[in-house]
């Protein structure tokens, strides 16, 4: 009957014919928006480059270069007044109900398109459907939905046309940065969200893609999912994708004792993960010890005490840092890694440009922390001068 349509599906296939569409339509997002035109951290093979255009075209109405400029400005402007989705400054509610229209009301900035919009398709397809007739794709998907799966094929096109305006402008963008985990203290309020790996196409890692945001791989833990780098592995194996950037790699040579240009490049290079080693190896243990021998009187001031002692500065409300000042106040063991912690960031933010400088303030950095009489520190230090930016054997 014609209500069923040309493919007269059952309920349990049209389930899966519209799970494998809107798949489609994150990993075009995912692979071709987000990781190849935003960030350039792959090459895509022509063919597959207009495959997604075409397919975005169709399921999403979205513009490549719109897309694109919206979503280099976020990471240029990330939390300020001129990011244009960030919840930290239009609150979260706002974002979570009404990212779409975030993105369509920065679309309309000339701006927007000239300064971050560069190096995107201008060909005649481009100039002469795409951006001529940007609902001409979803109307056209109407019709095909339609006549292929009859009066359901209204259903399956309601939730294509909600798809990434549910998931993406507004899961990702609003509690990707307002809740779930962070593996590193980048500069912004981004965060990890699990599990939705299959459903966002590794989208969730947003922490992750803030710190590496030129990276082609999203995830960084061994548990971690990015269903978007592995279409990217077999897109590669058949030669339609060439990965440009990953992650730095932490390269460490067990037994090097000695600071050099390398190590402090090295440090530089993988200061995030370095961090994220300090965190485990000094300030967890620390805080550990503290709690065990701090006074039942004073033992809340201890609350949250890893989080917040590892958490990026800027990021910090007045009532944490008055909670910090308070916990630190009752112990000077945690006072100095606080401070030690704090210094070291600040050894890349001001001598990054100058190599030497940067190995000098290191040096002193590590001198300081291996005298500081805090087992754990001294440690972390010791471990300081093993970075390598190559993986080579200790001499």
């Known amino acids: 009957m014609w209500y069923n349509g040309l493919l007269d599906l059952s309920v349990w296939q049209l389930v899966v014919v519209t799970l494998v569409m809107t798949h489609i339509t994150i990993v075009g997002v995912t692979v071709y928006l987000h990781r190849y035109s935003a960030h350039r951290a792959l090459e895509l093979h022509p063919a597959l480059k207009h495959f997604f255009r075409f397919w975005?075209?169709?399921?999403?109405?979205?513009?490549?270069?719109?897309?694109?400029?919206?979503?280099?400005?976020?990471?240029?402007?990330?939390?300020?007044?001129?990011?244009?989705?960030?919840?930290?400054?239009?609150?979260?509610?706002?974002?979570?109900?009404?990212?779409?229209?975030?993105?369509a009301e920065e679309a309309k900035n000339p701006d927007t398109l000239r300064i971050y919009g560069k190096n995107?398709?201008?060909?005649?397809?481009?100039?002469?459907?795409?951006?001529?007739?940007?609902?001409?794709?979803?109307?056209l998907m109407a019709v095909i939905d339609l006549a292929l799966f009859g009066a359901a094929g209204i259903t399956i096109w309601a939730v294509q046309m909600m798809w990434i305006p549910v998931w993406a402008a507004g899961v990702i963008n609003g509690l990707g940065h307002a809740v779930g985990y962070r593996n590193f203290e980048c500069r912004d309020a981004a965060t990890n969200l699990l599990p939705w790996g299959i459903l966002i196409g590794g989208e969730e890692l947003h922490n992750?893609?803030?710190?590496?945001?030129?990276?082609?791989?999203?995830?960084?833990?061994?548990?971690?999912?990015?269903?978007?780098?592995?279409?990217?592995?077999?897109?590669?194996?058949?030669?339609?994708?060439?990965?440009?950037?990953v992650a730095p790699i932490a390269h460490r040579v067990e037994g090097k004792r000695n600071l050099d240009m390398d190590t402090a490049m090295a440090i530089l290079n993988n200061r995030f993960q370095i961090m994220a080693q300090?965190?485990?190896?000094?300030?967890?243990p620390l805080v550990a010890q503290e709690l065990a021998k701090a006074d039942a009187s004073v033992r809340h001031q201890f609350r949250r005490a890893k989080r917040l002692l590892s958490r990026e500065p800027s990021l910090l409300q007045d009532q944490q840092q008055q909670h910090i000042d308070d916990m630190l106040a009752q112990s000077q063991a945690l006072k100095v890694i606080y401070e030690k912690r704090l210094a070291l960031q600040q050894i890349w933010a001001r001598t990054s440009s100058n190599g030497h400088e940067m190995l000098e303030a290191i040096k002193q950095w590590v001198h300081e922390a291996e005298a500081s009489g805090i087992q754990s520190l001294h440690d972390f230090a010791a471990q300081l001068k093993t970075y390598s930016l190559r993986p080579v054997s200790a001499t």
Not at 220 to 238: R, Y
Request: net charge positive; charged share 25%.
């Open 120 to 139: 995107c398709p201008e060909d005649w397809i481009e100039r002469n459907l795409y951006s001529r007739f940007p609902i001409g794709g979803v109307t």
């Open 208 to 245: 992750n893609h803030h710190t590496y945001p030129n990276s082609a791989k999203l995830s960084v833990k061994p548990w971690e999912f990015d269903m978007g780098w592995a279409w990217i592995k077999v897109f590669s194996f058949f030669g339609l994708a060439k990965v440009q950037r």
């Open 56 to 103: 975005l075209w169709l399921t999403t109405a979205q513009n490549t270069r719109e897309w694109t400029a919206i979503h280099r400005k976020h990471h240029a402007k990330c939390e300020t007044v001129d990011d244009p989705h960030s919840p930290v400054v239009k609150g979260l509610s706002t974002v979570l109900r009404k990212g779409a229209e975030l993105y």
């Open 278 to 284: 300090y965190r485990a190896l000094v300030i967890k």
